[in-house]
């Protein structure tokens, strides 16, 4: 498997069930590398389009991979 499929409606959804406010997304590469791919950038600055005009705030996008993770914050793509 080389992907799984994140829908940002599914996951905005899921914040406003449990009246959150904030995001803090996390996911893990199984290669190792835990460069963010152009898909996970589009995918984030989907979630983030979607929340913000609801009032929840993404606090950062991590990614986790066997030498490393890597922040979206950190990396200043949100």
Known sequence: MDHTPVYPREVVKRALELSSTALILVHNHPSGDPTPSSADIRMTQDIQAIAKPLGIAL???????RHGHASFKGLKLI
């Not at 606090?59 to 991979?65: A, C, L, R, W």
């Open 59 to 65: 606090h950062d996008h991590i990614i986790v991979g």
